[in-house]
């Protein structure tokens, strides 16, 4: 058992707030546990809830469109959340669910030791790049010590407002250059796509 998969484990038998009271399922996240991209979104939904996967309702279909561009497929990044239960009826996280679950995600990201860390939304945003608004820092990256911040919309927002469609697809583009300044890929490998080398 890996050290990864021992941390899923210890998630899925997580009572530290509320939410494991109603989950069917724990969403722990899924990738490989050396991935160089890590994407945060918000919390697990409906279908989320059902399978134990993360973003594999509507938004999820989306996210795999979005990395399809960049030639690459969704078992060749991790994908989490900022917490790793669904709260009902989907509301939004609370303060002290997200803190509850804070530890996780450290530690995911501590194991995968990812190179750019993608937030998908306002909740995984507002971690990073606290006090800032979403509509003003998406597509941005922040560099702190090895790792690269990239902030981008939520893919379920171009669900709700189709004018933000175009606006993410740009910003995933800027994914592979963000790879490069953080030397995982060559100029050359990012004009070809092939992004496959993970």
């Given at each position: 058992?890996?050290?990864?998969?021992?941390?899923?484990e210890?998630i899925?038998?997580?009572?530290?707030?509320?939410?494991a009271?109603n989950?069917?399922?724990?969403?722990?996240?899924?990738?490989?546990?050396?991935?160089?991209?890590?994407?945060?979104g918000?919390a697990?939904?409906?279908?989320e809830?059902?399978q134990?996967?993360?973003?594999?309702?509507?938004a999820?279909q989306?996210?795999?469109?979005?990395?399809?561009?960049?030639?690459?497929?969704?078992d060749?990044?991790?994908?989490?959340n900022?917490?790793?239960?669904?709260p009902?009826?989907?509301?939004?996280p609370?303060p002290?669910?997200i803190q509850?679950?804070?530890?996780?995600?450290?530690?995911?990201?501590e194991?995968?030791?990812p190179?750019?860390?993608i937030?998908?939304g306002r909740?995984?945003?507002?971690r990073y790049?606290?006090?800032?608004?979403?509509?003003?820092?998406?597509?941005?990256?922040?560099?702190e010590?090895?790792?690269?911040y990239?902030?981008?919309?939520?893919?379920?927002?171009?669900?709700?407002?189709?004018?933000?469609?175009?606006?993410?697809?740009?910003?995933?583009?800027?994914?592979?250059?963000l790879?490069v300044?953080?030397g995982?890929?060559?100029?050359?490998?990012?004009?070809?796509?092939?992004?496959?080398l993970?």
């Open positions: 058992m890996t050290a990864l998969t021992d941390l899923h210890q899925k038998r997580c009572q530290d707030c509320d939410l009271k989950r069917t399922k724990v969403v722990p996240g899924e990738g490989p546990d050396n991935a160089a991209l890590l994407f945060i918000e697990p939904g409906w279908h809830d059902q134990g996967r993360p973003f594999v309702g509507p999820g989306f996210l795999e469109e979005l990395l399809s561009t960049i030639g690459l497929k969704r060749q990044v991790f994908i989490a900022v917490i790793k239960c669904r009902p009826a989907n509301r939004d609370l002290g669910e509850s679950c804070k530890k996780w995600l450290d530690r995911q990201i194991l995968i030791q190179k750019v860390v937030t998908l909740y995984s945003m507002a790049f606290p006090n800032q608004s979403i509509s003003k820092i998406h597509g941005k990256a922040k560099k010590g090895e790792l690269t990239y902030a981008m919309y939520h893919p379920a927002a171009a669900l709700h407002q189709g004018s933000l469609r175009k606006i993410i697809e740009a910003d995933m583009l800027k994914i592979p250059q790879l300044q953080a995982k890929l060559t100029e050359t490998e990012t004009e070809t796509q092939q992004l496959s993970f």
